[in-house]
């Protein structure tokens, strides 16, 4: 395409504009609050000095030779074997790296956010949404130094404003090897951490000045559900500890004009079907413990998925009816039936009400119609 100037009879192609008129830049001025608006961001893995690099180089190796990255402290060596994840020590099994649109507006903005999906887990959620990843450990292996390539490409090919590290507790020292790796071939983008929440303090020091955003789940809040729904026995009062941690290094979510965050804790809650009373004890914990200023997105989707709704015959002796005595009677039963349902809108309002209550007013709220930023 060509244009005319108005001071010149020359046509100038158009992609010669931003020299004369300067490079574009997209303003929005959208309200967002003083206190929460960056002029300019530096990702924190540049303010690294080459000594704290190389200690956190060292570092990831020693976590890998006796594993404790997380909660189950399995001990392992993951040279020779593995433990609850089910993850050896030299490569992270990934499942998607791709820009993704299906984050929240401000994380996936205009480009998408570039999404790794690891493989494996360290929780065991019964209603696991992307079960087929996390549970089956279907992916394919990538080396610290692989995955820093692949950083790259979504930077340049794809784009996107951050690179999104999806479920990658359970791969924390291939993540660091990864994002230093990176850093020296030309990664400039902020950094996401996106978890369960099931992670070790020990874990996330590791990960201090390479994290900018911290994106954690806060599932449940009964020892009786984590233990029944995401077979873990301490995940409440680990998620306690690890968000707290999280707050610590990053503080809350800050965004620069265009609407992009760019640094901070965003903490998502799935309202579950007949949890919302679960729901409501996180928010007033949220803003008592953590910051009111914190940005929540309280997440409505929840559908039954993995185990939930699943059918299983169970075998019960004949007492009564025209079967024999010795005859097995095959009876079906519905797993996790109290959560085999869609959440209503009124469990959705308790857990939001909840939170206004307690204080917090900075909600993500993704409108459906168009791309709109929400702060």
């Not at 997380?70 to 050896?88: D, Q, S």
């Not at 570039?114 to 087929?132: A, E, I, M, T, W």
């Not at 990864?178 to 978890?195: F, Q, V």
């Amino acid at each position: 395409m060509h244009i005319f100037t108005r001071h010149s009879h020359h046509i100038i192609p158009s992609s010669y504009l931003h020299i004369l008129r300067g490079p574009l830049i997209l303003k929005r001025f959208i309200g967002i609050p003083p206190a929460f608006l960056l002029d300019d961001y530096t990702p924190r893995y540049y303010l690294l000095s080459s000594v704290d690099a190389s200690k956190k180089r060292s570092l990831a190796y020693a976590h890998l030779h006796e594993c404790n990255l997380c909660p189950r402290k399995c001990g392992v060596n993951r040279y020779e074997t593995t433990g609850m994840c089910l993850i050896g020590a030299e490569t992270a099994k990934v499942n998607v790296i791709a820009p993704h649109r299906g984050e929240e507006p401000c994380i996936q903005g205009f480009h998408g956010s570039g999404s790794v999906f690891f493989s494996g887990c360290n929780l065991r959620c019964v209603f696991c949404q992307n079960h087929d990843i996390a549970h089956q450990r279907k992916g394919f292996d990538l080396t610290p130094e692989e995955l820093a390539e692949w950083y790259i490409k979504l930077q340049k090919a794809g784009n996107v404003h951050n690179i999104n590290l999806v479920t990658p507790e359970h791969v924390v020292p291939q993540v660091v090897l990864s994002i230093l790796a990176a850093r020296d071939m030309g990664l400039r983008i902020p950094i996401i951490y996106n978890t369960s929440s099931f992670d070790s303090l020990d874990s996330l020091k590791l990960l201090d000045g390479l994290v900018d955003i911290y994106l954690p789940d806060f599932k449940v809040w009964r020892t009786e559900t984590s233990k029944r729904l995401l077979k873990a026995d301490n995940y409440t009062a680990t998620a306690m500890e690890s968000i707290k941690e999280m707050h610590r290094q990053v503080g809350d979510l800050s965004f620069t004009s265009d609407g992009i965050a760019k640094k901070g804790v965003l903490l998502r809650h799935l309202v579950m079907p007949g949890k919302e009373d679960e729901g409501r004890e996180i928010m007033r914990w949220l803003a008592e413990n953590v910051s009111r200023d914190l940005y929540v997105h309280i997440m409505e989707q929840y559908h039954p998925d993995a185990h939930v709704g699943k059918k299983r015959r169970v075998t019960r002796r004949a007492r009564m009816g025209d079967g024999d005595a010795g005859e097995g009677v095959a009876k079906e039963q519905v797993r996790y039936a109290e959560i085999n349902r869609a959440v209503r809108d009124d469990e959705i309002s308790s857990v939001r009400d909840a939170a206004v209550k307690a204080g917090l007013w900075r909600f993500c709220e993704v409108n459906e119609q168009n791309s709109a930023f929400h702060l």
